[in-house]
């Protein structure tokens, strides 16, 4: 995946896609001028754009995935932490919990992930 970055249309556009997948070009054509609004030549055009990305793929006529929304969602996390707070991520949780408090349930899910950390390690 070259680029972690979507555009808001972009993204809209690659929610059908994930909440569809696999599908064919000619569905999605279809689903995109229904929530989207567009036409044929436009959907196509994205598409080649995401797909040039790595994000997506149109094999045959079928539209798939190559990075799940949570991988791409990760990998955006992680360019944001790395440019933001020069990868620390405990520097990032901090300023995050600086500003809004967490509630108990977020304290032991964040502990769990810690726990499983340094069972793994």
Same mark, same amino acid.
Request: proline share 2%; aromatic share 8%; glycine share 6%.
């Given at each position: 995946?070259?680029?972690?970055?979507?555009?808001?249309?972009?993204?809209?556009?690659?929610?059908?896609? !994930?909440?569809?997948? *696999?599908?064919?070009?000619?569905?999605?054509?279809?689903?995109?001028?229904?929530?989207?609004? !567009?036409?044929?030549?436009?959907?196509?055009?994205?598409?080649?754009?995401?797909?040039?990305?790595?994000?997506?793929?149109?094999?045959?006529?079928?539209?798939?995935?190559?990075?799940?929304?949570?991988?791409?969602?990760?990998?955006?996390?992680?360019?944001?932490?790395?440019?933001?707070?020069?990868?620390?991520? *405990?520097?990032?949780?901090?300023?995050?919990?600086?500003?809004?408090?967490?509630? *108990?349930?977020?304290?032991?899910?964040?502990?769990?992930?810690?726990?499983?950390?340094?069972?793994?390690?």
């Amino acid at each position: 995946m070259q680029d972690n970055k979507l555009g808001a249309v972009e993204s809209r556009f690659a929610d059908i896609i !994930w909440d569809n997948a *696999p599908l064919s070009s000619t569905e999605l054509v279809r689903l995109c001028a229904k929530e989207l609004g !567009w036409k044929k030549s436009t959907t196509y055009t994205v598409l080649k754009k995401l797909c040039g990305r790595g994000i997506f793929q149109n094999v045959n006529g079928t539209v798939s995935a190559l990075v799940s929304r949570e991988e791409f969602a990760a990998a955006r996390s992680e360019h944001f932490v790395a440019e933001t707070f020069a990868g620390s991520l *405990p520097a990032f949780l901090a300023a995050f919990a600086s500003r809004r408090r967490l509630s *108990p349930e977020e304290i032991d899910e964040i502990q769990k992930m810690i726990d499983a950390c340094r069972e793994d390690g």
